[in-house]
T-cell receptor
Framework: DIQMTQSPSSLSASVGDRVTITCRAS??????LNWYQQRPGKAPKLLIY???TLESGVPSRFSGVGSGTDFTLTISSLQPEDFGTYYC?????????FGPGTKVDLK | EMQLVESGGGLVQPGRSLRLSCEGS????????LHWVRQAPGKGLEWISS??????????ADSVKGRFTISRDNAKNSLYLQMDSLSAEDTAFYYC???????FGSGTYFDLWGQGTLVTVSS
């Protein structure tokens, strides 16, 4: 199975900060990488699919880049509603694996 | 409004069975593949199973293969997860999620999620 790692595992940031989260796959997954946001006590929500396509309704401060094994999610200016945990997910293989998550909290 | 609502969770003893349901509304349920994802309390997300729109393709994670069975009834707008031989390691919130296409595969993603139902396996 393809293994996913994320860094950092957690970060503290302030409103207005630029935040970058990295996701790495154990083998090439082309651009088959999705990002989800999960607020505390809530279900995950799709943010970005196929590495860089913003899901409808998601603010443009979220962006994604990458291909192959290395991917990045960037929040250009962190807002109060952005605090939570972010997961990457690969759908290149028939086993869809998630990364361990990156928790973003208030500094 | 598009919505998925899970039900059927609860407390179950090790070795017993439980059946989860997920009802969809606000969209053409039978047009889309569906998935189950679980999350142990305080832990990360784990994909466990997927089913195509007409049930002709299913996949399972190794952790549940042979114990869990995914199915759907499009006439009832419902997705199911039959869970047998449960163990403490199966304790988790179980989410159903919708695929944007009829068949899942490379490049798929989960564009709508339910609120989850908690399964606790304990004696």
């Amino acid at each position: 199975d393809i293994q996913m790692t994320q860094s950092p595992s957690s970060l503290s940031a302030s409103v207005g900060d630029r935040v970058t989260i990295t996701c790495r796959a154990s083998q090439s997954i082309s651009v088959f990488l999705n990002w989800y946001q999960q607020r505390p006590g809530k279900a995950p929500k799709l943010l970005i699919y196929t590495a860089s396509t913003l899901e409808s309704g998601v603010p443009s401060r979220f962006s994604g880049v990458g291909s192959g094994t290395d991917f990045t999610l960037t929040i250009s200016s962190l807002q109060p509603e952005d605090f939570g945990t972010y997961y990457c997910q690969q759908t290149s293989s028939k086993v869809f694996t998630f990364g361990p998550g990156t928790k973003v909290d208030l500094k | 409004e598009m919505q998925l609502v899970e039900s059927g969770g609860g407390l179950v003893q090790p070795g017993r069975s439980l059946r989860l349901s997920c009802e969809g509304s606000g969209f053409s349920f039978d047009d889309y593949a569906l998935h189950w994802v679980r999350q142990a309390p305080g832990k990360g997300l784990e994909w466990i199973s997927s089913i195509s729109w007409k049930s002709d393709r299913v996949e399972y994670a190794d952790s549940v293969k042979g114990r869990f069975t995914i199915s759907r009834d499009n006439a009832k707008n419902s997705l199911y997860l039959q869970m047998d031989s449960l163990s403490a390691e199966d304790t988790a919130f179980y989410y159903c999620a919708k695929d944007p296409l009829s068949y899942f595969g490379s490049g798929t993603y989960f564009d709508l999620w339910g609120q989850g139902t908690l399964v606790t396996v304990s004696s």
